[in-house]
């Protein structure tokens, strides 16, 4: 078909299966538990948490709900404000709406790309003044990168703002510093989430996980995911809750991917490695830094180009794309997004996160991508770098 774009040979982001899912599946199903719940969700739960050293964990239909889920535990609602990362996907901000709370957004720092934790103080130390702190902050960590963890928490605990963390993409991250403790990336706040879409470091096809070391807010997130039914023999109902469980299939599904966390996370930043090796020193383009506090998963490998280079992140895309290789633009800040700006909500700075993605795209960072595959989309990223036009 004339004109028609090539099959894309080289995707962004898949599932990488270990073989072995089929047999759990199977198992699940001979024991007959096949709804949202049962003993592969009470273990995949249990497992997860220590994996990741908290206290307790649930197991949820995405990372989106857990965040809702977390925000309703923590008494967020209307009238209340929440300050929120600009630079990520919308499923950070929708469920502080789903809530009736305003999101604020929070401009990015060069470092991490994650929100900036100077901005952050100020206007926390600001609005103390003023006698009008937010409810909470949600910090989220970008394709696999903390954010200044010790910079947020400081501000936050000054004035007791809750922090609940975002790592939807930054499983397998974790914070470090000299003369501090290790941390994983959802353990560090008040509470953290996790995402197990089919794009993540690990996946449960849809599937997400809320994590915490308070125990009493995980159980009150659980209870409310089971339609807030009270422990009586009849259906009684106090609250409001949601049907957000994960199912005992998916979650068999989960612990086998889990056993493989640490092999996705070091074959994810061999990728990283080898593009760094073939575009590290290329003129007018720069690989995402990993900052000095933490460990990067490098779920996605992220360029930036220059602008007095020439080049531009969408041509590039689109010489990618027809070469058969799938990248996408770094995500569009929330504070850009047309359905925020026509509700009015507040933005603090915005210019660092703006141009990132100007200039931001994201590679190819399966972990089942071979070296020639990086090599072949690193080869169309030199042509292009170097094409005089």
Known sequence: MSGALPRLRIPLSVPHLTGNEPEAIAEAVKSNWIAAVGPEVDAFEVEFRSAVVADAALATTSGTVALHLALRVLGIGPGDEVLVSTLTFCASVNPIIYQGARPVFVD???????????????????????GKLPAAVVVVHLYGQLADMHGIMAACARWDVPVVEDAAEAIGAYLV????????????????????????????????????????????ARNLARQARQPVAHYEHTEIGYNYRMSNLLAAFGRVQLRTLAERVAARRAVYDRYALRLGALPGLA?????????????LTCLLLDPSSGRDRESLRLRLRERGVESRAVWKPMHLQPVYIDAGYASLGGKVAADLFERGLCLPSSSSLTMAEVDEVSDVIVEFMRDDG
């Open 108 to 130: 990015s720092e060069a470092r991490s790309w994650n929100m900036d934790a100077a901005i952050l103080a100020e206007e926390l130390d600001r609005r103390a003044r003023a």
């Open 177 to 220: 510093a000299p003369g501090a403790l290790a941390a994983n990336a959802g353990t560090i706040g008040a509470m953290g989430i996790f995402s197990f879409d089919g794009s993540k470091m690990i996946t449960t096809s849809v599937g997400g996980m809320l994590v915490s070391d308070a125990v009493d807010l995980v159980e009150h």
């Open 287 to 299: 690989l995402q830094p990993e900052a000095d506090w933490g460990f990067h998963a490098r779920w």
